[in-house]
């Protein structure tokens, strides 16, 4: 009955207490904070709508000022455009603007006011709220003002609204629009009544809940005696349990008496009877301490250190577990060998310092290392050439499939600016990525190579380990892909005969920006020169099987078969380049869902093996079909904008459940959408890059970017992939499949804030390229 008292106490008169608090956090806190949030939210929907009536207004004083309207055009059509400009469920909700005498220039439902002074105007609580706007705009240039007014079009009904207003100052007007306050009272009202609803429902739920533990707890206590005794016995039985377990086993008791399994005895080189003479800390030293800190835990974890019959120190992780025996206290000891994971820990520590050591070289431009003084050498009529902005490393990459000649560095204009020649490689020929590189290059079989790209992963996340930039991990991952993929090209060829025609392997997606991770999958195709009809079949087959074997062996190697099918095994992927370029003609015409899709995978591609010249002339055609088809963009960016990043109302991380557990985001989703910002932009304005970085970086250069938005996308980009890349190396060194679900409570506060400040970036750059492409903000 004792026991029925203290579950009561500790049980039913907790829950219900925690009911009492529940409710009072509900209407005390969370109501009073979900207002706050409402109405802040209501604010920032009209300060966003505010401003971007002012873009309009910007727009066309830019004209102005450019000579193309005057400046009584150029309010005339300002002001056509406001008068016009509606939104709200109803296409009710408006905007207005006045001077700052103040007279009215336009309001749409108060037709009478346009071009009258208000400076006597007052609302019928007798506010002079025209004045009091002027006021605002003249001091902070924008803020809100509360005040009475009519119900949108409804001269007869007058509610109180709060408006946030905006100084124009190159026509000294100010623009305005707001929301009715009994609109966000509904809005309140019905979330209380929602929340109450589950409150209640909570609490009926509890109080049902507490009743069966309490008919639970009667029965309980019937059965305790019983399980009483029964323990007894089992208790018995441990250390039959310790001597017959095949894993190594200690059992210390509180009079320090030692029993051992063979297991253990084995490793330790003692016997039954010598353990039974011995101390705890005759075999290790660290027990004492171990007794001070143990109170309070039932099980405890701890790398230690054992002692050999010879004197010799195993390295074990111990599992303690306190058990009770006839009364005695004692410990149960697991000791699993460790010496394995240590000799992996320090081969990865070797790796790292390795990197370490060559990482300032490893990520230098090719264009801060070159040899700038050209008097010296001698320029070839078609020299090997490389961009500036190339690492070191794939500059030597280039010079050694070329027998070390000199690499010719190049400016943005592709006008030679320096050479690199085998002098300033020297450093690099111990590298373990270029080594691994070589290893790769010099493989004679499918299983050699694949022995090899095995180490790709351990790598990678030694090279992120060492602090290099995700940037250049993402380099190396995707060149490391790149020859693979030119040595399964290679191999394949050699099996099935040289190829009937000449053709180019080209890759998309991560692939084809250089920005590939430690969880990929394919996106490749196949061009191949156009041939008369009666050949094409024959012509298709050879590279059909080329791809398939090519697909196959990347499979094999850990390169997934792409789950949508983009594949040079397919035959969608594989066609001639006339074929090619009426395909990307109907993708960037018929402008369907799907199409996009594809357009979106395909627009950054690039050749890795084969006839560059053929990548050359399907952009070509490309970029000369996007600047006749102005429709293409809009459908684009809309398919761009309909992501809404993962944060709910109250800005707090909105999850999905995957493997039935696991709650997390998709970091690759939120990547994207920064990708695709510079995509769409890099095709409008004729940029053939498709690293993202690059294009950002090209975008600037040509003004379209300024300085300002490039630095918070490329922050937020980088800050995003640093965090992808080191999740996945986190998972790979536990033995985890890497993948891009992050779980935002297993991120530091510092990681957790930097990722919501990406979201919100986002949804700034989402609201501009929406004014760009479709017109509306």
Known sequence: MMNLKRFILGAVFPAFLSIVLFFIAIFVIMIPAMEKSVMEQKQEMIRELTNSAWNVLANFEHSERANILSREEAQKHA???????????????????????????????????????????????????????????????????????????????????????????????????????????????????????????????????????????????????????????????????????????????????????????????????????LKPEDIWEEFPKLLNNISGMDTLKINAFLKTKE??????????????????????????????????????????????????????????????????YAVPQSPITIPGQSLLFEAYRVSESNEFEPVWVTDSDQKIMGVLTVRHFMQLQQYSPVLFHREIQSSCSFEGLAKVVRRLATIAVGMMESGTRQEHSTRFITTTSDLVLIKCIQMAEKELGEAPVKYAFIVMGSQGRWEQTLCTDQDNAIIFQDVPIEKLDAVKSYFLKLGEKVTFWLDQMGYSFCPGKIMARESSCCQSLSEWINQFQHWTRTLEGEDLLNSKIFFDFRCVYGEQEFIHSLRASLYEDLQSNPRFFFFMARNVLQFTPPLDFFHSFSLKTIDSHRKVFDIKGVVAQIVDYARIYSLKHGIHATNTLERLELLKQKGILSEQNFQEISIAYQALMEIRLRHQSIAIKKNYVPDNFIDPNKLTSIEQKTIKEAFIRIKDFQLGLSYDFTGMA
């Open 79 to 277: 002001i056509e455009q406001i008068q016009n400009l509606h939104y709200g469920q109803q296409m009710k909700d408006y905007f207005w603007v006045n001077d700052m005498s103040p007279k009215m220039v336009i309001h749409p439902y108060r037709p009478d006011l346009n071009g009258k002074s208000l400076a006597h105007f007052c609302d019928p609580q007798g506010k002079k709220l025209f004045v009091e706007v002027v006021k605002i705009a003249k001091e902070y240039g924008a803020g809100y003002v509360e005040y009475m007014w009519q119900w949108k079009d409804d001269p007869k009904k007058i509610l109180p609204k709060i408006s946030y207003i905006k100084a124009f100052e190159p026509w000294g007007w100010v623009i305005g629009t707001g929301v009715y306050l009994d609109d966000v009272q509904r809005e309140i009202d019905s979330l209380k009544h929602r929340l109450f609803g589950v409150t209640l429902s909570i609490f009926v739920i509890v109080a049902l809940l507490l009743v069966y533990l309490l008919s639970q707890a009667f029965k309980a206590e019937k059965e305790r005696g019983f399980a009483e005794k029964r323990l007894k016995k089992s208790e018995e039985k441990y250390r039959l349990l310790v001597e017959s377990a095949v894993e190594r086993i200690l059992m210390i008791l509180e009079d320090s008496t030692l029993f051992a399994n063979q297991s253990m005895l084995s490793s330790l080189g003692y016997s039954s009877q010598d353990i039974a003479l």
């Open 311 to 376: 004197g010799q120190r195993q390295e074990v992780l111990l599992s303690l577990s306190k058990i009770a025996i006839q009364g005695k206290k004692g410990l149960i000891v697991v000791a699993t060998d460790i010496s394995k994971q240590r000799e992996k820990e320090l081969h990865q520590n070797r790796l790292i310092g390795e990197l370490k050591s060559t990482l300032s070289f490893f990520e230098q431009e090719s264009s801060r290392v070159c040899d700038r003084d050209l008097s010296q």
